[in-house]
């Protein structure tokens, strides 16, 4: 696995960790922004509430992690069918 994850470009593999940092912090975020509307007594249940939208947050986080991994995977499999770059002779050119 290890030679093959080196097959993957470097660009690709930066992405990937944007992409794994972003699908983490981007849901916590947009959750605490949204806690910060439930105050008690406006809210009929802020404390339910808020566990909600921790669990949503969770939720979402490890789906957009799955997502990532699949495309992890499918740039593993790519590179793997490709195969290492092997350069060959050249052509001979036609002589008149």
Known sequence: MGRL???????????????CAGSVAVPWVLAELAKTSFQPG???DPDRTMRFIDILAM?????????VFTVALGC????????PAYLGDAFPADRP
Do not use: D
């Open 5 to 19: 994850w080196n097959q993957v470009s470097p660009a690709i593999k930066r992405r990937l960790g944007w992409a």
């Open 42 to 44: 406006l809210a009929s």
């Open 59 to 67: 939720s979402v986080g490890v789906f957009a992690l799955s997502m």
């Open 76 to 83: 593993v499999l790519v590179a793997a069918m490709k195969g």
